[in-house]
């Protein structure tokens, strides 16, 4: 047996290191997140194990789970920020709770979900009011609309597509999300439209549902990226994911 030797290359040569508990049963937000990762950024991702059914009860059961998958991830990794992938799952189980399961679970710099993301997004582009698209039940969204609502983002316009099922909600096409956002916005005097659920598939119809009803369209996953690469201290501007992307 011959022993080489070998030279270890530094841990700081990358330009940031993002980490992201996913839900069990999400099949769209890691797909996301990697066409979004610019050049040079490292994404680890762990899974928390989630209910295929959303309900504000499997909601909160989440949250004695994400200190454990957060332990899932690289243990020598000192994180530039660290995510949580639910948007509903936040408004139920509270900002300030995620945050402090996440940095139990391991070392990041920052931690974020999607509400908190949402409301940076809506504060870095001047939104007060928005149209909010849910792919889930009234009692789900109503929550997260109330939690928005004392962040000083109000939603008088509201949508859904009343479904509850996770695996059914991961496969609504792209057509249907479109028409379902640009109707809903129609005349109304709102600011921009939000899309909310980290598994619905909106990052391919946000520029379509923008250049339909000319002002901001929003989802969880673009805002969620959006805010863990700035609090990681990157600022790289991308076209194709709507206006968030291509502000300086």
Request: proline share 4%; aromatic share 6%.
């Amino acid at each position: 047996m011959t022993v080489f030797p070998f030279i270890l290359d530094r841990r700081d040569s990358e330009r940031a290191r993002l980490g992201l508990v996913v839900l069990q049963s999400d099949e769209t937000i890691e797909r996301d997140f990697r066409r979004l990762m610019p050049n040079g950024v490292s994404l680890y991702v762990t899974r928390v194990e989630s209910d295929p059914e959303v309900t504000t009860e499997t909601l909160a059961g989440m949250r004695d789970r994400i200190a454990g998958a957060a332990g899932l991830l690289p243990r020598p990794v000192c994180f530039d920020s660290v995510g949580y992938g639910c948007t509903s799952g936040t408004s139920v189980i509270g900002v300030g709770a995620i945050a402090e399961r996440l940095r139990a679970g391991c070392d990041t710099k920052a931690t974020s979900e999607p509400v908190s993301a949402l409301l940076a997004a809506a504060g870095a582009l001047g939104l007060k009011r928005i149209a909010f698209l849910s792919p889930y039940v009234a009692e789900v969204s109503a929550r997260l609309r109330g939690v928005l609502s004392d962040g000083g983002l109000e939603s008088p316009v509201f949508g859904t597509f009343d479904e509850a099922r996770e695996e059914n909600v991961a496969w609504i096409d792209r057509a249907s999300i479109i028409e379902a956002a640009t109707s809903l916005v129609g005349d109304s005097d709102v600011d921009a439209v939000f899309l909310s659920c980290t598994n619905l598939r909106t990052l391919d119809c946000l520029a379509a549902i923008e250049s339909a009803i000319g002002r901001p369209a929003l989802s969880s996953n673009q805002v969620l990226c959006w805010q863990m690469l700035r609090l990681a201290g990157i600022d790289d501007r991308m076209s194709g994911y709507g206006r968030l992307f291509e502000m300086a």
